[in-house]
């Protein structure tokens, strides 16, 4: 087990950064409550990349851009994955942001280009 940082949270939680030499995250994330009590919360977080998709044409809808990141996707999507669409610029286009973890942003970025609606974004 190694115990990289310890950092009190907004929230007033606190935050253990485990390093690389950790075997087994998931079970020492389990045996924390049961040692200090079980109304205590774990959970594990994973590192995220935000995505900006540019060029869209002005009709794009938050649904299009989800529906083909998902369908690009090399795993099933998360329930945290998030999505925004901008207002169109002068031009009449708009940019969609996407944040979602690391794993999953780089399978979008190895293949450069995603179709949304009629357009390579």
């Known amino acids: 087990m190694e115990i990289k940082a310890i950092r009190k949270t907004n929230d007033g939680g606190v935050l253990l950064q485990l390093g690389h030499k950790t075997k087994n995250k998931r079970k020492f994330g389990n045996l924390i409550p049961k040692v200090l009590s079980p109304n205590h919360i774990v959970h594990d977080l994973k590192p995220r990349m935000t995505l900006?998709?540019?060029?869209?044409?002005?009709?794009?809808?938050?649904?299009?851009?989800?529906?083909?990141?998902?369908?690009?996707?090399?795993?099933?999507?998360?329930?945290?994955?998030?999505?925004?669409?901008?207002?169109?610029?002068?031009?009449?286009?708009?940019?969609?942001?996407?944040?979602?973890?690391?794993?999953?942003?780089?399978?979008?970025?190895?293949?450069?280009?995603?179709k949304i609606r009629w357009v390579y974004g």
């Not at 989800?66 to 286009?93: C, H, T, W, Y």
């Open 52 to 114: 900006e998709i540019r060029d869209l044409d002005c009709t794009t809808t938050e649904a299009e851009v989800r529906d083909a990141i998902s369908r690009e996707m090399e795993e099933p999507l998360k329930d945290d994955f998030k999505v925004a669409v901008f207002e169109p610029n002068n031009r009449g286009q708009k940019m969609a942001v996407a944040e979602m973890e690391d794993q999953g942003a780089i399978s979008i970025l190895n293949k450069d280009w995603i």
